[in-house]
């Protein structure tokens, strides 16, 4: 069993090897038969029925990169006539009625969505565990004694898109990115995943956990596919007042630059306590692999990072508590059966719509908000905020990329930090300042522990860089095969 | 005069909110017309769906900074939108979207006249905001049914100081501001519609303290008769609570025109906390110099101008300067019949503050939908001027052009109201009257000079009101002398 990329899957529609109706047929008869439990719902009417509209476009001349390509979508995205979830029992039997600008945006360029995998509940988590739809499964296991037949999660909230490309359900998919919701399940899941600049993707569409910091991008086998599949998604939106009105830019076009001169940022802060030693050295020989390829290394210093984490923890409840409102019972969503009054529906609704990390974070958030607390939280985060960013800027200065580890840890077990959302939280710790500050940044695969787990290596790049990072991706993917590793209950193709 | 007058000092301020007249809505597409059938101009937008966004509309910023610079107010060319927290039905996103800390238009001034003389009412600050849906409560059998129409109307809430000493002050700040805002053309300023809404902050404070006095807002009160009695109520109320010992609980009350009272709503300790921050999907709106420019060069001459060239140009009182320049049409309507007809300006004044608003206030109509165009009206008052009529006759006129059976000559013609300043016919009627009145000649002659009145007056009947009354005085005092 080998990984599947976009890029070949585009060679085979290309030279007519495949046609999208086989491709997409193949990958749903995966789905099938995969117990990863990493989709939420499948459109196998609607994916063939595009399916066989791409075919009949490239026959008719279109040579969209990507057209015929299938691939899976986080349940964050409204699509047109298909339940859209965002993992929540309020939204249960919420069928969308338009489709997110990124998803239109795939489309037009002939990508097929064969379905919406599973996430954290309105992508609040970091392991998967808070889905209404039940946890997803990593197709990864650990070789450890007594733990070959246990569970690990793979990571969230983007989990089921994780698992699903790590499984080879689908060749790529689409995830959200507050904190670290695409990094932190691409480095568990050993994938690819990109996080761009807040602004590249428009959030038309995309639910809404906390919207200053949400991004959508690719999570995908490679760098190559990453580039691919993000030029299908971005460009400037009117419907989103926050999406960013710049040229449109082939992210593949600089993949192959060489790195003679590029200078590699290792942020002391990204290495000291809590990380786990293993991981550190996984870390550090994958930076080393820079210097084969012309990079110099220095250590450079983020001194505002451990704000990062309560600084998040305070903009992004207190913006989720006011983004999840809408969800009232009223016009739309699950609504209590019984109630006695106005008040008691919403309470009811509310209380039984929502999950416990949902309703912990909106309190939180309402908290944070509250009159004759707002100066002492919210106002504080924003400036500690500006302080994180203004830490990029200066290291900026002296490197052109940060590296580090994506996590402190690799994928641990499930129900193993349920309890404890502190230290669920601590996973976040090295991917949440990228987003208080809107840089782009994304995770690639560095290696294995000797349990067998994956490693991500996290990169950062000044904003608006994400061709200089996926083009740093690349040339280490060109020299490592970390990436090519399958996990062992991946689902095998008809190929 | 109310006894509060004598102990109590009242202290009053606004907060209006004014329905923009843009095209759509603030954040999205809808239309705003005002009847639709339910829930017909609520797109995903309006409704909340999961995942949408609010896009600025432009024009709601642009009327709003034309009421800014009407004013004369500091105009924040970096505002910012927030949001403001509370579950209700009829709030589809949670929160509505509105301006807390830099409010688009900051601190400008309206000047009143007064009883007591001219007035300035500082106005805090005016901001934009989305209005709410609308909850219908009937027929839905003992349930609520929600029409989201209205939701995400612009709206520019002007927040007055707590400058007003009385009721009636208010009203005048009130009107001042109604007239305003359908001067530049902003707010069609129907109440009945809901375009123009009022709160009003009303408290009380023993003469010669300088401290507030604890506040009630009141709410709901939809027409300019209502907010003063609303307003009466309200401080005879507070005035009661205090003389008998007891105090004021600040909160929201709510007036009910039809029993007049006003009756709580909710108090401070179940006052929402709203929990206010920037709205993440808006950036702050920036406005250019260039933008402010624009909207400038949009600015009408403004009443307070209007007034004062009135008075200038066209000789006119104080008076009829403020009441014709009241509002927008009706100074149009006056500048333009002044400066096409013949007749002095003051006659313009006088027929339009007579005859026509009274035609116009009997029919309820605005002076827009006049049956009585611009030029007809000019033409009426040049045949006042060119003799043809007669005051009396010319009122008959008016009466038919009201009633539009056609234009001013063919009516003089139809109705034979041609006055007559031939002097030979006029002579010959006078010779009449002074043959036939020999008992009031001798009166006159005797010198009771008032009877020449009488005289004129059998002149004016014998002639079927046709003679010209100037002519037919002149000339019998110069057959009798």
């Known amino acids: ?495 | 005069m109310f006894t509060w007058d004598k102990r109590w000092e009242v202290v009053i301020g606004l907060e209006v909110h004014a329905q923009l007249q843009t095209k759509s809505k603030i954040f999205s597409g809808s239309s705003i017309a005002y009847g639709a059938e339910a829930n017909t101009q609520a797109s995903a937008v309006d409704i909340a769906l999961p995942g949408v966004l609010p896009v600025m509309n432009l024009e709601a910023a642009r009327l709003a900074v034309k009421f800014g610079l009407a004013i004369g107010a500091h105009i924040n060319q970096r505002n910012v939108f927030a949001r403001k927290n509370y579950f209700y039905p009829d709030l589809p996103k949670g929160y509505q979207i509105s301006q807390m800390e830099l409010p688009i238009v900051g601190f400008g001034e309206m000047d009143i006249e007064t009883p007591e003389g001219p007035k300035t009412i500082g106005i805090t600050r005016a901001h934009l905001e989305e209005d709410a849906g609308k909850s219908l409560h009937e027929d839905f059998h003992g349930q609520t049914g929600i029409d989201l129409n209205r939701a995400g109307t612009p709206l520019l809430e002007i927040v007055s100081e707590p400058d007003m000493r009385s009721p009636a002050e208010a009203v005048t700040y009130l009107r001042k501001l109604h007239s305003l805002v359908r001067y530049i053309e902003i707010c069609d300023g129907n109440m009945q519609e809901g375009s123009f809404r009022c709160d009003a902050n009303v408290s009380i404070r023993p003469r010669g303290q300088e401290a507030l006095g604890t506040r009630t807002e009141l709410k709901n009160i939809n027409s300019f008769r209502f907010v003063e009695r609303a307003m009466e109520y309200e401080i005879e109320r507070q005035i009661d609570i205090l003389e008998e010992g007891g105090s004021i609980t600040q909160e929201t009350r709510l007036y009910d025109s039809d029993k007049h009272e006003t009756r709580s709503m909710r108090s401070k300790e179940e006052a929402h906390d709203y929990r206010y921050f920037p709205d993440p999907d808006l950036p702050p709106m920036i406005l250019e110099d260039s933008f402010l420019d624009e909207v400038r060069a949009t600015l009408p001459e403004l009443p307070t101008a209007k007034k004062e060239r009135f008075q200038n140009e066209f000789g006119l009182s104080l008076d009829d300067a403020e009441t014709l320049t009241a509002d927008r049409q009706t100074a149009d309507f006056f500048e333009t019949v002044s400066k096409s007809t013949k007749a002095e300006s003051k006659i313009v004044a006088n027929w339009m503050s007579g005859e026509l608003f009274a035609n116009l206030n009997k029919s309820e109509l605005e002076i827009s939908d006049s049956p009585i165009d611009t030029s007809q009206f000019a033409l009426l008052l040049d045949r006042i001027a060119d003799k043809t009529l007669s005051g009396n006759t010319a009122k008959k006129v008016f009466a038919a052009l009201w009633d539009q059976e056609g234009d001013v000559d063919s009516i003089i013609e139809a109705k034979g109201l041609k006055q007559i300043t031939d002097t030979g016919a006029i002579e010959a009627v006078v010779d009449d009257v002074i043959a036939a009145c020999p008992e009031q000649v001798q009166q006159f002659k005797d010198g009771n000079e008032k009877v020449i009145g009488f005289l004129v007056g059998q002149v004016m009947k014998q002639s079927r009101g046709k003679a010209n009354p100037q002519m037919a005085n002149e000339m019998l005092l110069a057959k009798l002398v």
């Open chain 1, 1 to 495: 069993m080998t990984i599947t990329t976009l890029a070949t899957l585009a060679a085979d529609l290309d030279s007519g090897k495949r046609s999208s109706v086989e491709i997409t047929q193949d990958y749903l008869n995966r789905i099938k038969h995969s117990d990863h439990n990493a989709f939420i719902s499948v459109n196998e009417e609607l994916a063939l029925t595009q399916a066989k509209s791409a075919d009949e476009k490239r026959a008719n001349g279109d040579s969209s990169p990507l057209l015929g390509v299938p691939v899976a979508q986080k349940d964050i995205f409204c699509i047109d006539g298909t339940q859209t979830t965002c993992g929540s029992k309020i939204l249960e039997n919420f069928v969308a009625p338009y489709t997110a600008t990124v998803v239109g945006n795939m489309q037009s360029q002939g990508v097929i969505s064969m379905g919406k995998t599973n996430m954290d509940e309105f992508a609040m988590g970091s392991s998967n565990e808070t889905s209404y739809f039940g946890g997803v499964n990593n197709p990864w296991r650990s070789t450890a004694k007594g733990y070959e037949n246990k569970n690990l999660v793979p990571g969230g909230s983007s989990g089921g898109s994780a698992a699903a490309v790590s499984a080879l359900l689908a060749p790529a998919a689409t995830g959200t990115d507050t904190g670290g919701s695409i990094r932190q399940p691409a480095a568990f899941c050993n994938l690819t995943g990109i996080k761009p600049s807040y602004g590249r993707c428009s959030r038309y569409g995309m639910i809404a956990f906390a919207s200053s910091l949400d991004q959508a991008g690719p999570m995908t086998h490679t760098a190559e596919d990453a580039a691919l599949l993000l030029n299908t998604m971005v460009g400037f939106d009117a419907k989103d007042s926050t999406s960013l009105n710049v040229p449109a830019e082939d992210f593949t076009a600089s993949l192959n630059d060489s790195l003679e001169g590029l200078r590699i940022g290792l942020p002391k802060e990204f290495f000291g306590e809590g990380l786990d030693s293993e991981m550190a050295t996984i870390i550090e020989t994958a930076v080393k692999q820079f210097e084969s390829l012309g990079a110099t290394i220095k250590e450079v210093s983020l001194p505002n990072s451990h704000l990062a984490l309560p600084s998040y923890y305070v903009i992004a409840p207190a913006e989720a508590s006011s983004n999840l409102s809408r969800f009232d019972g009223v016009r739309y969503g699950f609504r209590a059966e019984e109630y006695s009054d106005l008040d008691d529906m919403y309470t009811k609704t509310r209380s039984e719509g929502f999950g416990d990390e949902v309703k912990r974070r909106i309190m939180i958030g309402a908290y944070a908000l509250s009159s004759g607390y707002y100066d002492a939280y919210y106002s504080q985060a924003q400036k500690l905020r500006r302080l994180i960013s203004n830490d990029f800027t200066c290291a900026f200065t002296e490197c052109d990329v940060i590296m580090g580890p994506t996590t402190p840890s690799p994928a641990f077990e499930a129900g193993s930090r349920s309890d404890d959302p502190v230290s669920m939280y601590l996973n976040d710790i090295y991917t949440i300042p990228a987003n208080l500050a809107g840089l782009p940044a994304g995770s690639i695969p560095a290696g294995f522990t000797s349990n067998g787990l994956p490693t991500g290596l996290h990169l950062i790049t000044p904003y608006l860089q994400e061709a200089k990072m996926l083009n740093i991706a690349h040339k280490f993917q060109q020299t490592t095969d970390w990436h090519t590793r399958v996990a062992p209950t991946a689902i095998g193709g008809s190929q």
